[in-house]
């Protein structure tokens, strides 16, 4: 009779809660779930890279492939090679073909200027990624130039000090790039705290390991005590770093990149003392975002003004660990 008194006043109790079974928790649906879907089944993504085939753009290309498989998009590419003028014929052409977001990873801060600001006006977001253009178009994704060209170029000063000769070089990609522009800004912010620092060289050599090899090797030439380089793109770098063991000299040599698995390696092996790194595949995520941001805004292409600066990494002997770079020919397996 107790037992039986205790299940009546607990049915009476879940009666006035309103909870007439506790057997089995029901589902919630969510509402937001098929609209999210919906605003994305069927739209093109455009990729116009500076070349294919690249740690960075293999990185972000595999990112954003995963998101329009699972989101029912259409992702394509663009790969003009190393080609302004391909690159701006391919822009021409995905203007006319509207797709719903056009991602551009600009050679230089003018070439694609006024073919990105008349996408806008074709109603096509459009998205840089790394290496932005004079236009501020939707959006910017990628690494902080200024930032890390002043923690290279502080990584340098620091192995650079009293009882060096305080001679560097600065060794660019493109210089009217936008990636070169705001590290040399990054560099003459740190540059203007060390008046005792003196700049020997500070020259371009296009993103070619073989010109940079060169450049650096005169370098050496025409300053045997040479201390120093600040490089700007790790795969352009091998090359300055090959002039560097030719030269037998201890000279410091710091360079910035995506974090592949290179970057690791020779950091291990002494190739390279220092790599401040935007990790690829971090930035490739960070894309994906601003792909969704953007469709799911409801505003016309160009109104609003985002900007997304990816986190960057120091990679030394002091920092590494399984896990720290990531793997190219991962994404090639997958």
Same mark, same amino acid.
């Given at each position: ?16 809660? *309103? ?17 999210? @879907?919906?605003?994305?089944?069927? %739209? ?8 294919? *085939? ?6 972000? =290309?595999?990112?954003? /492939? ?7 998009? %259409?992702?394509?590419?663009?790969? !003009? ?9 391919? #822009?021409? =052409?995905?203007?006319?073909?509207? !797709? ?9 801060? /003018? ?7 008349? +996408? ?6 459009? #998205? &840089? ?13 990628? =690494? ?9 170029? &502080? ?6 000090? +009293? ?8 060794? /660019?990609?493109?210089?009217?790039? *936008? ?15 060390? !008046? ?6 500070? &020259?371009? +050599? ?15 030439? /025409? ?8 490089? @700007? ?5 091998? *090359? =300055? +770093? ?29 190739? @390279? ?62």
């Amino acid at each position: 009779m107790k037992i039986k008194n205790t299940l009546t006043a607990v049915a009476a109790i879940l009666s006035v809660l *309103g909870i007439a079974d506790l057997s089995i928790a029901a589902g919630i649906d969510d509402p937001r779930r098929a609209d999210y @879907f919906k605003t994305f089944e069927g %739209k093109t993504v455009a990729f116009v890279p500076v070349t294919m *085939g690249i740690d960075l753009t293999d990185g972000w =290309a595999s990112v954003l /492939q995963a998101q329009a498989d699972d989101l029912g998009m %259409k992702f394509v590419i663009r790969d !003009p090679h190393f080609s302004a003028d391909a690159g701006a014929q391919a #822009i021409t =052409a995905l203007i006319s073909e509207k !797709p719903d977001v056009l991602i551009v990873h600009n050679p230089d801060i /003018q070439s694609y200027a006024k073919l990105l600001k008349r +996408a806008e006006e074709a109603g096509i977001h459009v #998205i &840089q990624v790394n290496m932005r253009s004079n236009y501020n178009s939707d959006a910017y994704v990628g =690494a902080d130039w200024i930032g890390i060209g002043e923690a290279e170029t &502080q990584a340098v000063i620091d192995r650079c000090g +009293a009882g060096t000769s305080q001679k560097i070089a600065i060794l /660019q990609g493109q210089p009217t790039s *936008g990636s070169d522009s705001g590290m040399m800004k990054g560099a003459e912010n740190i540059l203007s705290k060390h !008046p005792e620092i003196k700049v020997v060289a500070n &020259q371009g +050599a296009d993103w070619d390991a073989t010109k940079a090899r060169t450049i650096i090797a005169t370098v050496i030439q /025409q300053n045997p005590d040479l201390c120093g380089v600040v490089g @700007f793109w790790d795969v352009m770098d091998l *090359g =300055a +770093a090959a002039a560097i063991k030719e030269s037998g000299k201890k000279i410091a040599l710091v360079t910035s990149g995506g974090g592949e698995q290179m970057a690791c390696d020779n950091v291990e092996k002494g190739v @390279f003392d220092e790599e401040i790194a935007y990790p690829v595949l971090d930035q490739g995520h960070a894309l994906a975002v601003m792909v969704q941001t953007v469709l799911q805004s409801g505003e016309p292409a160009g109104k609003n003004k985002f900007v997304i600066y990816t986190p960057s990494v120091r990679i030394t002997k002091e920092t590494l660990h399984p896990g720290l770079c990531w793997s190219a020919a991962s994404i090639k397996k997958n």
